[in-house]
């Protein structure tokens, strides 16, 4: 039995729809539910799913989807779905507003606001909260140039924080805000134009016993020329002044050449030690500058570290102990077996990844559904080929399906059908968690790579890394328990999950 409900002309955004979902699946006799706007792409995906969409539904309206076995279970779930929308399930006397005019401050002392909202309508609001004298954390996208640098601008006048627009991570007074995790406190200051960058950072301080004091997300497009690096300057600023920071990491995909020197002119003056990456940069890039270079994100970490503490930090597998796991895997594949795919759902991770293969495996040809000079581009993304390297969190994957750190479902679907192919020999996970995605996002990936393991006698090699910190929901400690007990080799970083596949890549290439 199938139900749909419209609720005309109500946006809610994606991060509350996509942990709807998960919360109904748990009710008894649901076996298929889904809250989202009924955009074209999600309208598709119902009918499907055999799903009848009415014909005037159109994407500024809510649906709720749900399939069971009684009619009596699809109203228990319909009613829930309203409860968790009209925020009917949180704590008793939680305040709930319906605009930021509400607010009194004199009363309510809020500092920060977070703005979930369609591009067309969250710089009204960023400026309406920047001008009410709130940091502003904004995970929309879609905003113009012209909206982003005036909402900086603004911010930097007003000495606030404006993270994002399109901004997933950030860790502001101990509070997760975005996809991030809740970081163990510390005296490692972030700031970063890459989310998911940040976050690895993070949370391999974490792992070698230290702590984050702040992670500053300034959104991806922040060292674009037409912002010109506002807020990672800005950021910088913050942290020098903050008496609790001692360390600062500057963290971010390779940017526009001329923004990044000013970065790193104005890093050069500041009196606490800086460690920065730009993923894809070369030394050139810090050629005459001060500042500590990184080209991988467990090289800021770990360097962050070694400049706190005044000493070494081992991290990650010898050189010895990758060759013992390569010597071991590689007797266990057919001569069929040839292939690695790589299924990520941190695009931050899939390009630092990319980069490793690029300068360490040079002579192997790899394919992705992305467009950059590190891969081919895949003819289509619903078919790997060769070896691949996926970011099923890229939009081509995104306007089928929920992002994956939200709903893992369209990355489950993919790891089976790669499985499908007799071709496979490794492949590759990335696990993120913390409050704000996915509840469990490890345990149905382990079930799989467990009877895979079982059927074929442990004849693929499943790596994974998971990026979060021992404070967060998910249990960190049992998520990489139930994976090795899956047969999974779990790496304490995306850079070691790639060193990795890097060598298996090359042992196989080498029969």
Known sequence: MKRIVIEKNRYVDSVTLMSVGSKLLALEGIDGADALMCTQANRESLTELGYEIPGDAGPNDLVIAVSGD???????????????????????????YRSLDEINLAEDRYNLAQISLPGEYAAAEGRKALNMGLDVFMFSDNVSFEDELAMKKLAEDKGLLMMGPDCGVALINGIALGAGSIISDGEIGIVAASGSGAQEVGCIIEKLG?????????????????IG???????????EKDDHTKVIVLVSKLAEISVMDKVLTYADRVAKPVVAVFLGGDADLFKGHKVNAAYSLEEAAVKAVELYKGTKADFGFSDDEINEIVSREIKKYSKEQRYFRGLYCGGTFTEEAMIYFS??????????????????????????????????GAE???????HPVFDPEIRLKR????????????????FIMGPGVHEDP????????????????????????????????QDIRKAEKLLEDAGVIVTKSNYQSTRLASALIKALERR
Do not use: W
């Open 442 to 473: 490890v345990t149905p990936f382990a079930k799989i790579c467990r009877e895979v393991n079982e059927e074929r006698n442990g004849s693929i090699t499943f790596i994974a890394s998971i990026c979060g910190s021992i404070n967060d929901p």
């Open 229 to 239: 690096g506002i807020m990672m300057l800005h950021g910088i600023k913050r942290m």
């Open 359 to 392: 300068k360490n495996n040079a002579n192997t040809v790899m394919y992705s559904n992305l467009s950059t000079k590190y891969a081919k581009k895949l003819d289509t993304h619903h078919m790997s080929t060769g070896h691949t390297i996926l970011d099923l």
């Open 396 to 402: 081509d994957f995104t306007a089928e399906a929920p």
């Open 415 to 430: 790891l089976r059908q790669e499985l499908s192919d007799p071709g496979i020999a490794v492949i590759l996970l990335d």
């Open 210 to 226: 230290y702590g984050v004091s702040e992670i500053i997300g300034t959104g991806g497009r922040d060292l674009y020329p037409e």
């Open 70 to 96: 009684t009619n009596e279970h699809l109203e228990a779930a319909v009613k829930l779905a309203k409860d968790i929308l009209d925020r009917k399930t949180g704590d008793e006397g939680e305040k709930v």
